[in-house]
């Protein structure tokens, strides 16, 4: 297949979604991806690539944009080539769960040698300088490092986020903050071009903040709320609220509303005779499949199971 008929392969291929370069590029299909809402100017989006035999050899020029673009492999790729401009930046293979990341500032293109699968983050630099202005650190002007490196703080929120990526019907927004916010703080403080100065108290959340935000999550229980959504009712910025929460409770804000939805699930076993399905939607949950999984993870039994024992 050639270049220009990677670019034009298919009405469908071509209709540009948020987060599309790289699969674009490739001539692939809209791909199942997970987009961020919680930041003001732009989102980050994740996404799985799976490239086969028809995308073998030149990809199409990826179009220039401020975007730095990680991918981490999720198979063996024996030999690659990253072109910049017209000539070859990177000669390499690349193992399983190694990564590298470019910034699309730059013109490029791919020689593709064998079939292999990636997750890609796609991280605009105005995402980057937002999060670093809410936390009160330096910008970065760059984010480098050794291509084909295996990071083990990466590889774990990369598997996270492909269980997410498997059931996104099941992904809430405090959950995609979360990850995603841990993911860039990495980036920066491991990769970026300076250490960040941090200037926000690195004690936990006072006592009428906690009572907010456990408050705000309680009432709000069954709906999608983001992060920023909280730390704003509290007063705070996503990050510094993030990371005091943690040190006020022990857990992330994410597990502790998780935790609140169990709860409030086995009241409701108790109490009622609705359907585990009505039950599911009024706690959070996406279907009644999704509060089976977490339930029985947390509590070693299905929900149905548990009501049954409890009510005998």
Known sequence: MTIEEKMYAGVERNKRQYGDA?????GLPAQ????????KTTQIAISRLSIGVEQ???????????????????????????????????????????????????????????PHEALTFYIPRQ???EIADEAGTKRVSTITFTP???????????????????????????????????????????YGDHAPTLRWNKGGLSTQQLAKAEAYMTENIAD???????ASHC???RAHFARAFKVSTGTSAHQWLLDQRISRAEALLLSSEEPISHI??????????HLTRVFSRKKGISPGAWRWRHRA
Not at 22 to 26: C, G, K, L, P
Not at 71 to 99: C, F, V
Not at 224 to 230: K, R
Request: aromatic share 8%; proline share 3%.
């Open 22 to 26: 790289i699969a674009r590029s490739f």
């Open 224 to 230: 999608n709320i983001s992060l920023s959504e909280v």
């Open 280 to 289: 599911a939607v009024a706690t959070g949950f996406a279907d009644q499949s």
């Open 56 to 114: 073998l050899g030149m990809s199409a020029q990826i179009p220039v944009e401020d975007t730095f673009v990680l991918a981490m492999y999720l198979t063996d790729l024996e030999y690659h080539e990253l072109w910049s401009g017209n000539r070859p930046l990177y000669r390499q293979g690349y193992r399983k769960d190694s990564i590298r990341i470019v910034n699309l500032i730059d013109a490029f293109s791919a020689l593709v040698t064998a």
């Open 235 to 237: 007063g705070l910025t």
């Open 32 to 39: 199942q991806k997970l987009i961020t809402r919680s930041l």
């Open 148 to 190: 084909g490196i295996i990071d083990p703080a990466i590889v774990h929120l990369s598997r996270i986020l492909l269980l997410a990526l498997a059931r996104p019907q099941e992904v809430n927004t405090l959950f995609l903050d979360h990850v995603t916010l841990a993911l860039c703080n990495h980036l920066v403080e491991h």
């Open 127 to 129: 995402s980057l300088d």
